[in-house]
């Protein structure tokens, strides 16, 4: 069973950069897409990106200027980064396979972290 | 357009079919996903490619689609199913968005 766990600073400065990390067990993250999602407090989910591993990425256009997102094939490891944070990012962040291919379906998703962008 | 238009809230009694609709231009051509979220858990796939059931979900769910809309149904609503549902799908972009998000009320 692949199990996610996100993990980073839980508090982040306004304008600084938001990096979270994304550890995967049970499965290789190779030949799959990830993607990161939030939900601000009292708001609904919001698709932030996802990676396909070894490298390819999409954003979402609202966020692209800001947003990066990379995976470490040898710690089985995803990372998003979001630079230049405002209130506005304050959510829980979430990372999941959501993946759709020949093999099947994949839903996997981590149980999220708070971050709470604030001096 | 990107949106996927959800109602804000269903509420039913017991037994009851909950029907949540989703709406978007891109649902002409594009697969739809939905999640069940509750408070303070990951979202869990409830249906995908429009009315694939993963394993494990009970029958009493169901997806459908219809041009731009796309409904999932909850027939024979539990107490445990009350949850925020999610509808989710790919643009032309190659980008991904989340349907406004339909909180489900079983009373």
Redesign the interface.
Known sequence: QVQLQESGPGLVQPSETLSLTCAVSGDSISGYYW?W?RQPAGK????I??IYVPGRT????SLESRVSMSADTSTNELTLNLRSVTAADTAIY?C?R?H?DTSG?Y?D????TLVTVSS | SYELTQPSSVSVSPGQTARITCSGDVLAKR?V?W?Q?KPG?????VI??DF?R?SGIPERFSGSSSGTTVTLTISGAQVEDEA?Y?C?SATD?????????TKVTVL
């Open positions: 993607s999602i609904g989910l919001e698709w990106g996802r999409n954003y979402n256009p979430y999941a959501v759709l379906y839903s998703w981590g149980q999220g | 697969y996903w999640f979220h858990q990951a979202p869990v796939l995908y490619k694939e993963p925020d999610y989710y972009n190659k980008f991904y968005v989340f349907g406004t998000g």
